[in-house]
């Protein structure tokens, strides 16, 4: 099996999937979401250290456009837009 992380020896892997592969369902699913709201926070705390000056929003932007993609980026700011036009 190919190691899924490169600073993790393949003896704490092995101690890690079986930890893992005891869960129950339930407490695989969260800890799944635990890592991934971290991780999401984490990447806005970064995008907030290069821009210190955005808003929540831009931040917001910011982590769709680096994890998700222009496409994605795009339509959601522009429905923002739209959103935020109505609103007036």
């Known amino acids: ?4 992380t490169t600073d993790t020896t393949p003896e ?3 101690v890690q999937l079986q930890l ?3 869960m129950s369902p339930d407490q695989r699913v969260a ?8 991780l ?4 806005k705390n970064a995008i ?3 821009h210190p000056n955005w808003n929540e929003q831009e931040v917001g932007l910011a982590v769709i456009r680096v994890n998700y993609g ?3 980026y795009l339509a959601v700011k522009a429905y923002l837009s739209e959103r935020s036009h109505e609103q007036r």
């Open 20 to 22: 893992i592969r005891q």
């Open 12 to 14: 704490a892997e092995e």
């Open 40 to 43: 999401i926070l984490e990447c």
């Open 1 to 4: 099996m190919n190691p899924y």
């Open 48 to 50: 907030r250290r290069e």
């Open 70 to 72: 222009d496409e994605l």
């Open 31 to 38: 800890m799944s979401l635990r890592m991934t709201n971290r």
